[in-house]
T-cell receptor, first 111, second 114 residues
Framework: TQLLEQSPQFLSIQEGENLTVYCNSSSVFSSLQWYRQEPGEGPVLLVTVVTGGEVKKLKRLTFQFGDARKDSSLHITAAQPGDTGLYLCAGQTYNTDKLIFGTGTRLQVFP | ETGVTQTPRHLVMGMTNKKSLKCEQHLGHNAMYWYKQSAKKPLELMFVYSLEERVENNSVPSRFSPECPNSSHLFLHLHTLQPEDSALYLC?????????????FGPGTRLTVT
């Protein structure tokens, strides 16, 4: 069974702090996506990384795909209350093209 | 309407009721999905339709019955559900055949089975 483990599971920080969320697997993925889900809503796609070692930036968010395409990280600089939500990574498998979703990281940013 | 819409947003039903969840995508995609999201569990893929054909059924109990009449609409018919079926049901769509399958989700239907 392919699993994507995210850490930490929960994160509660003050506005202005930096944080990193990790997404790890023993499986290799053809691409990896990050989503953010706010309470009462569906997940919203933030970014897709495709190439091993790739780094993408979205304002204060920096996403990195591991060289071996088995892991990824999301770094948020100077977190704001609007960043609060559930962050999900999802890996696209090579053989079936399915998306395997991670266990999720729930982030709370206090003003 | 834009993106992926789902109705109803909230549903409370008894174990003997029959109800249906509706999903519509306005993105011109050719694949649609049903997911179940429960507390403390990763998103669970239930069904996949590609070009209106069901291509995946992830060992979902028969009390859940999907229907995809065309590439823009997806239904989930529910009957004789159990309390453990209470969850957020999410619909998603994607454009298959492009190599990278980015999925676009609707807001979900919060289902409570009493």
């Amino acid at each position: 069974t392919q699993l994507l483990e995210q850490s930490p599971q929960f994160l509660s920080i003050q506005e202005g702090e930096n944080l990193t969320v990790y997404c790890n697997s023993s499986s290799v993925f053809s691409s990896l996506q990050w989503y953010r889900q706010e309470p009462g809503e569906g997940p919203v796609l933030l970014v897709t990384v495709v190439t091993g070692g790739e780094v993408k930036k979205l304002k204060r968010l920096t996403f990195q795909f591991g060289d071996a395409r088995k892991d990824s990280s999301l770094h948020i600089t100077a977190a704001q209350p609007g960043d609060t939500g559930l962050y999900l990574c999802a890996g696209q498998t090579y053989n079936t093209d399915k998306l395997i979703f991670g266990t999720g990281t729930r982030l709370q940013v206090f003003p | 309407e834009t993106g992926v819409t789902q109705t109803p947003r909230h549903l409370v039903m008894g174990m003997t009721n029959k109800k249906s969840l509706k999903c519509e995508q306005h993105l011109g995609h050719n694949a649609m999905y049903w997911y179940k999201q429960s507390a403390k569990k990763p998103l669970e893929l239930m069904f996949v339709y590609s070009l209106e054909e069901r291509v995946e059924n992830n060992s979902v109990p028969s009390r859940f019955s999907p229907e995809c009449p065309n590439s823009s609409h997806l239904f989930l018919h529910l009957h004789t559900l159990q309390p453990e079926d209470s969850a957020l049901y999410l619909c998603a769509s994607s454009q298959d055949g492009t190599g990278v399958y980015e999925q676009y989700f609707g807001p979900g239907t919060r289902l409570t089975v009493t």
